[in-house]
């Protein structure tokens, strides 16, 4: 079937640190990559995407790089805020030949906590 | 635009009623998805409507249901509620059922059931 595993949180930073969180997938077809992030007490907002190998998804500061080759999907940022604290999400979905899905297969999600 | 909108934000049941919970998606998109978030099992796909249709169901027992009317705004049903339904449900709507399109998601009902 198809699965997203992240790293595991939770995961502190101080503020301006490098930000890695990481993601890898098993998919049957072609998914489309997607992070979300969520903030307390909110719904799910989209944080990038990248729909083929390859692609590079970025906002915000944030990028992902759609790795076919190593089935992955990791999220980076350069220098992060306070305000990046949140829970992160990986999920993908997936075509597979002509049909369509609209499910979302997400990963368990990575808790950030950024210190001033 | 507006974004998702989904009522009622909180709810408090207790086990065995029924309870319905609505969505209403951004303008012009046509599906809508639901999902069902809990801090044991993560974020769970329960069901996918497109013009109307449920094109795709999760692993939930018969006791949730949903449709879709003509406007695209959803609803979801639970019945015989559990104490293993709390959960914050959240609705999610895109411009069509195409693995490209994002998914845009409402703030969630949190339902708790005592």
């Known amino acids: 079937g198809n699965s997203v595993t992240q790293m595991e949180g939770p995961v502190t930073l101080s503020e301006e640190a490098f930000l890695t969180i990481n993601c890898t997938y098993t998919?049957?077809?072609?998914?489309?990559l997607f992070w979300y992030v969520q903030y307390p007490g909110e719904g799910l907002q989209l944080l990038l995407k990248?729909?083929?190998?390859?692609d590079k998804g970025s906002n915000k500061g944030f990028e992902a790089t759609y790795r076919k080759e190593t089935t992955s999907f990791h999220l980076e940022k350069g220098s992060v805020q306070v305000s990046d604290s949140a829970v992160y999400f990986c999920a993908l979905r997936i075509r597979a030949g002509g049909t369509s899905y609209g499910k979302l297969t997400f990963g368990q999600g990575t808790i950030l906590t950024v210190h001033p | 635009k507006a974004g998702v909108t989904q009522t009622p934000r909180y709810l408090i049941k207790t086990r065995g009623q029924q309870v319905t919970l609505s969505c209403s998606p951004i303008?012009?998109?046509?599906?809508v998805s639901w999902y069902q978030q809990t801090p044991g099992q993560g974020l769970q796909f329960l069901f996918e409507y497109f013009s109307e249709t449920q094109r795709n169901k999760g692993n939930f027992p018969g006791r949730f249901s949903g449709r879709q009317f003509s406007n695209s705004r959803s609803e979801m049903n639970v019945s015989t509620l559990e104490l293993g339904d709390s959960a914050l449900y959240l609705c999610?709507?895109?411009?069509?059922?195409?693995?490209?399109?994002?998914?845009?998601f409402g703030p969630g009902t949190r339902l708790l059931v005592l």
């Open positions: 998919a049957t077809g072609y998914p489309s």
């Open positions: 303008s012009g998109h046509r599906s």
């Open positions: 999610a709507s895109s411009l069509d059922n195409r693995v490209e399109e994002t998914q845009y």
């Open positions: 990248a729909t083929k190998a390859d």
